[in-house]
């Protein structure tokens, strides 16, 4: 970035009416997008109709959501946040999610819930997001006064938990931690120096004590935790 090096990327996709466009069909101005509790493009009629509704303590309160929400999508959403423990998600405030529905009846027009901004997991295996109440999980907390959809997670999480080749088994999170691994074997070096050794003798943004990241001390010790 303009001749110093930054470091190693992970891209993405900016969770805007263009992304929606191109991922369900469509133009740009068929779309709501609601970032973090606003709205990005259309509008909040349909989100904030859906989050009003009361507890799905009975099966017509559950069956109302679904003409809001992609439910199947949702908990899978859901189930990653918390099996992760995203700690920079949805905590006492609402935050780094995205939320995009096409404005059209039926199934097609209901909510899609996108992750974002996922670095800070897995650093702690006792971080909790189950019974926190804002956005999105505000949602949960609600659905999961029901049966049907108790029953439903329960499904999700055997599909991606137990079944054989699920996509958060122990054996299928190995091989994609250790094929990444591999590819951040070498550019970690100089990650490393960029955000350690430069910090310290070229760069102090902030006063404090700076971190010489390495590669043997640091990536490497985290891999094995991990």
């Keep these: 970035l303009n001749g110093l090096y930054w470091g ?30 606003y ?20 099966l017509a309160q559950y069956e109302a959501y679904h003409q809001y929400l992609n439910m199947p999508e949702f908990i899978d959403y859901m189930m990653l946040h918390f099996f ?31 992750p974002w901004d996922g670095e800070c997991i897995l650093l702690n295996e006792d971080v909790n997001r189950v019974t926190v109440t804002t956005p999105p999980s505000g949602l ?12 439903l997670f329960a499904d999700r999480v055997h599909r991606s938990m137990v079944a054989p080749g699920g996509a958060l088994t122990p054996a299928e999170n190995l091989s994609r931690w250790k094929k990444w691994q ?11 120096a960029r955000w350690g050794d430069y910090r310290r003798d ?24 991990m």
């Design 140 to 151: 949960h907390t609600k659905l999961d006064d029901s049966l049907e959809y108790r029953l």
């Design 39 to 58: 709205s990005k493009n259309g509008d909040l009629v349909a989100y904030n109709a859906m989050t009003a509704l009361p507890a799905a303590g009975t």
């Design 182 to 192: 591999a590819v951040m074997d070498k550019p970690i070096v100089a990650e490393a």
């Design 8 to 37: 190693t990327y992970d891209l993405s996709e900016d969770p805007s009416a263009t992304f929606a466009k191109t991922a369900l069909g469509g133009s740009e101005e068929d779309f709501d997008v609601v970032d973090q509790a």
């Design 202 to 225: 070229v760069h102090q943004s902030s006063e404090g004590v700076y971190q010489l990241y390495t590669r043997e001390n640091h990536f490497l010790a985290e891999h094995a935790r």
């Design 84 to 114: 992760m423990g995203h700690q920079d998600w949805s905590t006492t405030v609402t935050k780094n999610w995205a939320a995009v529905r096409k404005r059209v009846p039926g199934a097609e027009g209901t909510f899609r819930y996108l």
